[in-house]
């Protein structure tokens, strides 16, 4: 596939999906409003926020298993949103999903072996797969034997089925791996074995990551920057670095705040944020910012007003009262991280 | 070495009885692989108002330990549980289903991880809460009505006279939880058992749902053994810790010294694991998998996974052994660095 030399490899313009509901009192779910991203070669950028933000929504949207309703996303120089269908199958194989659970998503009749060959002649065609051989160059890229070829999904675990979804999602040779919360379905230490999987692909592979995940740490120790969802929409987008550290959205501060901090010192002494409530219902998001309900720094302007997704410094904010970086107290920072192991978070 | 005993954390200056006392608790479970000891030589001591944090990777036997100790072990699964948990004079583990009955929802209540798995589809959210109440003693109707009120306020619900007609579907997740945490302080209990109370929720609904458990505490004094397999939650929450592997305690500290001065090499990856919002320390896997502990056990269970791992620990499984005052750590390399230093200090 021939792409543009300049400009990013992905590009979602203005996105919205409506999920119309059913039955006469039911109301429509705006699940993207107006979400526009970009996604650039090799790059790692993660995508947060709580349950029915929409992250997978979007996610879903970007590989086009969900039709948008508006907007446009532009991937090799084509708007897949609006081509036709069976054009789409060609372009899909640059594009590759990894899904939350694998036991969902493999057949379980079929060996990983199959299912791997599937995905190979799926993108090369019946001849040319490289057989298997590049089979168990696959397994080998996340970590596992190829001894794995001949078992069936039932006989691995949680954690290893997930590493043969992410090679799945390899052997079409992607351009973009969407990960849609792939290790939040896993035991602490299997997490951080795909964690350190992903991390070797990220070095040894070109293909761009879009890492979906409610788990801040998560997209902290994987991508390079982080967009932040609320009901929908984009409210912060910048070096996840940066953003940790010194968050501009309250929403963003509130999410950060609320994980807890493996250091008991520290119990009490942090300016936690406590945010009241929940997510309002999503068919009925409130006027203005949708997070004024909830924000401790809402005026009358954010009850009246949405604010736009605009540019502080290096970041996107949506807010019309961000968070100067002085109002912030200091991160809990790695100055003096060798103090002990459980300095962690 | 099965069935070793030995008492964690028990402070012999401790002024307090402690509320609940488990000793050597260990549960065999029958499954098609053969018997798996699931828990084995579990001991310690609760003290009224104390958070006891309970911490391990998936099949370390954390929720197995607490099901065990109330009593909802699956019977057509277990083989046998043996030991003691004695609760206010009486052994929890040698109940009759009768004396069970008036026990739990009572004194000893719990907490699941999914509350929508574990309330009535089929009834009213203040019904439930005010089945546990005249389940244990004789309320006037209007009180008991006003009592559930007042319980679904304490846990946060928003408009509880309102609320006690919903039904479990109509409620989130965060909301569901609330319930059960509702339900599990109705009595006024002295232990809560809250096994993941908030593994299944957003993070900022978990530290919602972490001050309710807190509140709830203040206002029962109840203790709680909280498991949980999320560090921060034990490092914000608990008082005490135990780090559970392959069934056993393989080490228990004050959640200040396990935190500052982890000893056992497990505790110490199980910490590396966890990925961190700040510094550029990448979480770091423990290599191989967690034990299914189906045969009687050579020596120590992670010594397969064990970066210290010496001769001696395939061969003799090493028992609990204070590194100082209430912190003991079942692990031969930290009790070969202490035999280490007392020797230097003893040539010095």
């Known amino acids: 596939m021939s792409l543009p030399d300049e400009g990013p490899l992905l590009v979602v313009d203005d996105v919205s999906v409506v999920y119309r509901g059913r039955g006469p009192r039911a109301a429509d779910v705006r699940a993207v409003d107006g979400a526009s991203l970009s996604l650039d070669v090799r790059e790692a950028v993660g995508l947060v926020g709580e349950s029915g933000c929409g992250k997978s929504t979007l996610a879903r949207t970007i590989v086009r298993l969900q039709e948008p309703d508006r907007g446009a996303i532009r991937f090799g120089g084509v708007d897949i949103a609006h081509v036709p269908r069976r054009r789409l199958r060609r372009l899909r194989r640059g594009l590759a999903l990894v899904f939350q659970d694998p036991s969902t998503s493999f057949n379980p009749r079929i060996t990983i072996e199959g299912s791997l060959l599937e995905a190979l002649q799926a993108t090369h065609g019946r001849a040319g797969t490289g057989g298997t051989q590049r089979i168990v160059e696959l397994l080998d890229l996340v970590g596992l034997g190829e001894e794995v070829a001949a078992r069936y999904p039932h006989q691995l675990s949680g954690g290893q089925l997930q590493r043969v979804s992410i090679a799945r999602a390899l052997a079409c040779e992607p351009r973009i791996v969407v990960l849609d919360e792939p290790v939040s379905a896993l035991d602490v230490s299997v997490q951080a074995q795909l964690l350190e999987v992903l991390a070797r692909l990220r070095a040894g592979t070109e293909a761009a990551f879009l890492l979906i995940a409610h788990d801040l740490a998560v997209v902290r120790q994987v991508c390079d920057r982080v967009l932040v969802m609320y009901l929908g929409r984009i409210v912060e987008e910048g070096l996840t670095r940066e953003v940790f550290a010194a968050p501009h959205h309250p929403y963003t501060q509130a999410l950060l705040s609320a994980v807890p901090v493996a250091d008991p010192s520290q119990r009490g002494s942090k300016d936690r944020i406590r945010l009241p409530g929940e997510l309002p219902d999503p068919s009925a998001v409130p006027p203005g910012c949708p997070f004024h309900p909830r924000c401790w720094r809402a005026s009358e302007r954010c009850r009246e007003e949405a604010p736009q997704l605009l540019p502080i410094g290096p970041r996107r904010v949506a807010c019309h009262h961000p968070l100067a970086v002085d109002d912030l107290p200091a991160p809990p920072d790695a100055t003096d991280k060798d103090r002990s192991p459980a300095r962690v978070r | ?348």
Not at chain 2, 196 to 217: G, K, S, Y
Not at chain 2, 219 to 244: C, K, S
Not at chain 2, 274 to 289: F, K, N, V, W
């Open chain 2, 1 to 348: 070495m099965l069935g070793a005993t030995s008492t964690v954390g028990q402070h012999p200056t401790d002024p307090v009885d402690p509320v609940l006392s488990v000793r050597d608790l260990s549960t065999t479970l029958r499954t098609g692989q053969g018997d798996v000891h699931a828990v084995r030589g579990v001991s310690f001591d609760l003290a009224p108002g104390e958070v006891l944090g309970v911490v391990g990777e998936s099949g370390a036997g954390k929720s197995m330990l607490l099901l065990s100790i109330a009593g909802l072990a699956p019977a057509s699964i277990v083989r046998s549980i043996e030991g003691a948990a004695l609760l206010g004079g009486r052994d929890l583990l040698r109940l009759t289903p009768r004396q069970r009955q008036r026990v739990l929802g009572h004194e000893l209540t719990m907490i699941f991880q999914d509350p929508g798995t574990t309330l009535n589809p089929l009834m009213a959210v203040g019904d439930q809460i005010a089945e546990v109440i005249t389940n244990h003693a004789a309320v006037p109707r209007r009180q008991l009505w006003a009592r559930v009120i007042r319980l679904l306020d304490t846990v946060g619900i928003p408009a509880a006279a309102r609320r006690v007609d919903d039904y479990p579907h109509q409620l989130s997740g965060g909301m569901r939880q609330r319930v059960g945490i509702a339900i599990a302080i109705a009595n006024e209990p002295k232990v809560i058992l809250a096994d993941e109370p908030t593994t299944a929720l957003d993070v900022t609904i978990q530290a919602q749902i972490l001050d309710v458990l807190a509140e709830a505490r203040a206002r029962t004094g109840a203790a709680t053994i909280l498991v949980t397999h999320d560090l921060g939650v034990i490092a914000e929450v608990a008082d005490r810790v135990l780090v559970m592997y392959g069934g056993r305690v393989q080490e228990s500290a004050s959640v200040g010294t396990l935190f500052e001065d982890p000893r056992h090499p497990y505790s110490l990856a199980l910490m590396s694991c966890q990925p961190r919002l700040h510094g550029d320390e990448p979480a770091r896997s423990i290599p191989g998998s967690p034990p299914n502990v189906t045969e009687a056990v050579v020596g120590c269970v992670f010594a397969p996974r064990c970066s210290r791992r010496m001769s001696m620990c395939l061969e003799i499984e090493p028992e609990l052994e204070p590194v100082e005052p209430g912190h003991p750590v079942a692990c031969h390399a930290v009790n070969a660095d202490l035999a280490g230093e007392r020797t230097d200090v003893a040539a010095r």
